[in-house]
């Protein structure tokens, strides 16, 4: 009847969170929708231990369980953690940062102790230490956010900035001062001269400061 079904858990928040990103990234759309849920889910299940499976514990169990092992797919900790970094990427919102900070730190005797069984967790540690790779399109330029998106590389963030939010970035609001329609590719703390031609901007973004990313 278009009403919640039960109590939401960590896994529906973050996978929401993570689907808005997605949703803005093709649309420009969705990205204040998936800051209001990865809001809710940081007030709601983050506590001294990580991220809480649900938001209040069991009233019969009442020990608080923090899912770090992946189910195969992704643990709740691995996709929060995940969301808020992606999301801090796209944003510049500092506070989702914070949070996944506060529960890898909470987490790391977990991960350590489970190895491959919470490959998740890795990788959201990776995606928190190493910068993911974003593409950010300015203007009207849907040949180049259709490059953008077709282009392959683990964890990137396609950004269409046209779309009116407020991007505390100084990086970004230079790129919005800048020749449109472009897109630049940033990696690593660096970002590339603007890329007007699609084929070129499918080529930078697989392997602008691809090199900065290889484990030694």
């Not at 993570?18 to 990234?25: P, T």
């Not at 996709?79 to 730190?105: M, N, P, Q, S, V």
Request: aromatic letters at 8%; hydrophobic letters at 45%; proline letters at 8%.
């Amino acid at each position: 009847g278009g009403g919640p079904v039960g109590e939401g858990v960590l896994e529906d928040y973050a996978y929401c969170a993570l689907a808005a990103l997605e949703a803005y990234s093709h649309t420009g759309r969705y990205l204040d929708w998936g800051v209001e849920v990865a809001g809710a889910m940081v007030d709601r299940f983050l506590d001294q231990g990580g991220f809480r499976d649900v938001e209040r514990p069991d009233p019969v169990l009442k020990t608080p369980h923090y899912p770090v092992a992946d189910t195969p797919n992704y643990s709740g900790n691995a996709l929060a953690i995940l969301a808020c970094d992606l999301l801090h990427y796209a944003t510049g919102i500092r506070k989702f940062r914070d949070a996944a900070e506060r529960a890898l730190k909470a987490l790391a005797g977990k991960l350590a102790r489970l190895g491959p069984s919470a490959a998740g967790l890795a990788i959201a540690l990776d995606a928190h230490l190493a910068e993911p790779p974003r593409t950010v399109v300015v203007g009207s330029a849907e040949e180049l956010l259709r490059a953008a998106l077709a282009a392959y590389r683990p964890l990137h963030v396609v950004m269409p900035v046209a779309s009116g939010w407020d991007y505390p970035e100084p990086s970004i609001k230079a790129m919005l001062a800048g020749p449109k329609p472009a897109a630049y590719v940033c990696a690593w703390g660096a970002c590339s001269m603007p890329i007007s031609d699609p084929g070129r901007l499918g080529e930078a973004v697989r392997k602008f400061r691809r090199e900065a990313y290889r484990l030694e």
